[in-house]
């Protein structure tokens, strides 16, 4: 896998705690005609939080500002469909999602876009979270990893960089949120907000 953090290959940007996580929880196969990346996001609130937001499969709009709208049908389990809608302003408007993996004991969920209206074929990623301290309080280090074709027309380094760029965004919001929710000292569920 060519891995990257904010476009720097592995050994240049991750650090070996990061790097060990990836090799054990972020296995993508790319084939000639995709590309594959992995992002770190280092997040002051605790894993359990974090988690609350991130495990919700039903409700990506939580975190993710690019989505307006979320369908999900029934329990929420693997093999499960969502349906996305996506914000005005990208080269997208829907997407049809399978929860491929989910892990509330080692914090790990995996989807796969198996539809819509975009140009990300064949795209799966991976998230994990783990605990760390920072600043001398529970923290959680959150690794997002992804597979995708590379569309007719684009280079891999483009493709991964369009990818990257909207995991960037997605994963600074997700630190915002659990934040802001760890300096309101919410620890509960936040199925309510």
């Given at each position: 896998m060519n891995v990257r953090s904010n476009g720097t290959a592995l050994g240049n940007g991750f650090g070996s705690?990061?790097?060990?996580?990836?090799?054990?929880?972020?296995?993508?196969?790319?084939?000639?005609?995709?590309?594959?990346?992995?992002?770190?996001?280092?997040?002051?609130?605790?894993?359990?939080?974090?988690?609350?937001?991130?495990r919700r499969f039903d409700q990506p709009q939580k975190y993710k500002p690019f989505i307006s709208r979320c369908v999900a049908q029934g329990n929420i389990q693997?093999?499960?469909?969502?349906?996305?809608?996506?914000?005005?302003?990208?080269?997208?408007?829907?997407?049809?999602?399978?929860?491929?993996?989910?892990?509330?004991?080692?914090?790990?969920?995996?989807?796969r876009i198996i539809g819509g209206d975009h140009r990300l074929r064949n795209y799966s990623s991976i998230i994990s979270l783990h605990p760390e301290i920072i600043d001398g309080r529970p923290g959680t280090l959150v690794i997002e990893s992804f597979v995708v074709d590379v569309?007719?027309?684009?280079?891999?380094?483009?493709?991964?960089y369009f990818v990257e760029a909207l995991i960037k965004c997605n994963l600074k919001s997700l630190a915002d949120v659990s934040e802001r929710l760890a300096v309101q000292d919410r620890t509960e569920p936040i199925d309510g907000i």
């Open positions: 705690v990061e790097s060990e996580y990836i090799r054990r929880h972020h296995r993508h196969d790319p084939a000639d005609h995709q590309c594959s990346s992995a992002l770190v996001k280092h997040v002051k609130a605790p894993v359990h939080l974090v988690w609350s937001l991130v693997i093999g499960s469909l969502r349906e996305i809608d996506v914000k005005s302003g990208l080269p997208a408007t829907t997407s049809t999602e399978r929860l491929e993996f989910l892990d509330d004991d080692e914090h790990i969920l995996s989807i569309p007719d027309g684009n280079t891999k380094d483009e493709t991964c």
